[in-house]
């Protein structure tokens, strides 16, 4: 079922939110209304029952083309600061939600990734993309820095002389490339990107959910602690998922150590 956000659709099949940026016409470009409608479809989305795992992906030849250069910059900013913060807030809105997201995250990309985009990529925890997209930090090309967020995006997930060169020379890459540098987990033919992303999110639905939430908040989290603070954090991470889990890892272990029915390192137990 599709729901009725003209610049944004959603399906929900078999566990897993298929979510789409839907300005096709526009290259899926982040108008202000287009990141209204992401808001809410994510409201509406994260604690439906029957929504395990959110893959986020564009109709048409884009993912995004980035922040929509007519009605994101030239018309918010003829309303003065109070219009550029408005339309900031409802862009970087979603993006923070969607980085501490209840449900795992897929960015599934399918072509063209630009600017404003690398928010949204680096808010999903894992990211697929076809060898046929392009990415680029192409804010430079038309006379600004790469802002967003997207020079910390960067920064966070390539080596300083490739964010660098990436940020300062507005050359797009190829999938295979985004692959090399890290920008995604893999790069794969676009014909067989659906069927990747959706044998990893199946993955992710066998796994604890608790326990999801608690490993891809950890991972953004400890990054910017020592190794004591990260130590201390990720004790009582733990024991805050115990509150909402106590039987699953209980289960873990019992099918292992006295069922004998699977084994932990090869993959997930029965929950
Ligand atoms: N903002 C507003 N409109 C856009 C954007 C954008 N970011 N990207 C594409 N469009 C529109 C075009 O203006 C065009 O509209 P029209 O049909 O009314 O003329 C339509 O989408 C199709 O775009 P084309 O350029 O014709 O599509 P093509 O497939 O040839 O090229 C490409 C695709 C390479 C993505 C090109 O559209 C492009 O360079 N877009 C801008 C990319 C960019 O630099 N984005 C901003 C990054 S900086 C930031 O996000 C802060």
Redesign the pocket.
């Known amino acids: 079922m599709a729901n009725d956000h003209d610049t944004v659709a959603y399906d929900v099949q078999d566990g897993i939110a298929w979510l789409r940026f839907n300005r096709p016409?526009?290259?899926n470009?982040m108008s202000p209304t287009l990141n209204r409608a992401m808001m809410e479809a994510l409201d509406e989305l994260e604690f439906r029952d029957d929504v395990g795992v959110l893959v986020l992906t564009g109709e048409g030849?884009?993912w995004t083309?980035?922040?929509?250069?007519?009605e994101y910059f030239r018309e918010t900013e003829s309303q003065g600061l109070k219009g550029t913060r408005k339309a900031q807030r409802e862009s970087y809105g979603w993006w923070r939600r969607l980085r501490w997201y209840q449900k795992p995250t897929i960015a599934m990309v399918n072509g063209?990734c630009?600017?404003?985009?690398y928010g949204p990529l680096f808010a999903c925890d894992l990211a697929f993309c076809a060898d046929e997209a392009k990415f680029g930090l192409?804010?430079i090309?038309?006379g600004?820095l790469p802002?967003?967020g997207?020079t910390k995006v960067a920064v966070e997930l390539l080596p300083f002389r490739k964010a660098m060169y990436h940020a300062m020379l507005g050359e797009p890459i190829d999938g295979r490339t985004a692959a090399d540098w890290g920008l995604v987990n893999e790069s794969l033919p676009l014909a067989q990107l659906r069927d990747r992303v959706t044998q990893v999110a199946r993955a992710l639905l066998e796994k604890n959910p608790v326990a999801l939430k608690a490993t891809k908040d950890a991972v953004r989290r400890v990054g910017a602690m020592t190794y004591d603070e990260a130590e201390d954090y990720l004790v009582r991470a733990q024991e805050a998922a115990n509150a909402y889990d106590n039987e699953g890892r209980k289960e873990g272990i019992r099918q292992f150590i006295d069922e004998k029915s699977y084994k932990p390192g090869l993959g997930a137990y029965d929950k």
């Open positions: 016409d526009k290259r470009a030849q884009a083309a980035g922040m929509d250069l007519k063209w630009f600017g404003g985009g192409s804010e090309n038309w600004i802002g967003g997207a």
